[in-house]
């Protein structure tokens, strides 16, 4: 598609800047680093997805319909050239589907999964570059606009996605979806909510060694410019039960300076020494706003890390 900002195929330029802020975070992780993503291409921008890629790194998704990829086998992350990619749907005609709000993926065979809102709509994308979509009917009501915002790809094969938006009549509880496999395939999944603290809505999810689920929740102030706070929950999928309500408890806040931004996406890396050890990710999407930014933050994570919590699932505060 050309635009005046270019073309979507255009190669991109990143660079990766550290950030030397720290002040801004609460709670029970360790801050290890900030970055921010800039590029003079177009398209790039809005990134609002994160998983890790198996391979000790991370593929960061946008709502434009774009994939990047990160390298963090050094100190500091970088971008891998030539991985900015369009992989949304364009027909040619005047329907698009770009909106790319969630990602999953499976280490073993490379297949990822991508949600998209307003259609509401599941794309797998397999190693050899081919795909499938399917809009399920169990995702058909959900807002346009506060659709899949959530998704993660469990251990075990299941995949666990949560809309964005709380349900009508709610400050708190949002549609969740259990899938017993793949979402594309066909399986009836176990229907539940999530409940998330007054005013915040998931927006990520990442799975922990032990089995354990990290939250990512954001909540917004609408003003000019918008104002941003985030929070990391944490909740056992073990106690997920078909009709009632999933709780969390908060471990984790991003409240000020330059960590009061849009973070939408959150990824768990692993270390290649010891599993039970790794790197908690952050990004933030910038809204192609010049009052947000692209940031990209690490959290020092460990097998003790929120081990204080009174019992899995025990609501936050």
Known sequence: MQTTI????????????PLDARAGVSGDLTL??????????????????????GKRGLI???????????????????????????????DGGRKEVVDLESLALDPATQ?????????????????????????????????QNSGPETMERLADGRFLIIAEGPERG????????????????????TAFHFAAPRDYDPVDATQLPDGRMLIL???????????FDT?????????????EPWKARIIQRLTGGVFADNFEGLAYVPSASDPAR?????????????????????FEWDASAADNEKAPGTPSA
Request: aromatic share 10%.
């Open 6 to 17: 270019g073309q979507r195929s255009d190669a991109a330029d990143i660079t990766v800047t």
């Open 111 to 143: 297949t990822l999964w991508a949600g998209f809102e307003n259609d509401n709509l599941i794309m797998r994308l397999a190693a050899d570059g081919t795909s499938e979509t399917r809009a399920p009917r169990e995702m058909a009501r959900w807002s």
């Open 170 to 189: 709610s400050d708190t509880l949002h549609k969740a979806l259990l899938y017993p496999a793949d979402p594309i395939a066909t399986g009836k999944p």
């Open 60 to 90: 960061a998704g946008t709502d434009r319909g774009f994939l990047l990829d990160l390298d963090l086998s050094g100190d500091s992350p970088h971008a891998v050239s030539g991985s900015f990619r369009f992989v949304g749907i364009n």
């Open 217 to 227: 929740l954001r909540r917004v102030a609408y003003a000019l410019p918008a104002r």
């Open 231 to 243: 929070a990391i929950a944490i909740a056992d999928p073990r106690t997920i039960r078909a009709g």
């Open 278 to 298: 790794g790197s908690l990710w952050l990004m933030a999407d910038d809204n192609f706003s010049v009052f947000q930014r692209n940031i990209l933050v690490r």
């Open 32 to 53: 290890t680093g900030a970055w921010e993503l800039t590029a003079g291409h177009g398209w790039f921008g809005g990134f609002s997805a994160l998983v890790a890629d």
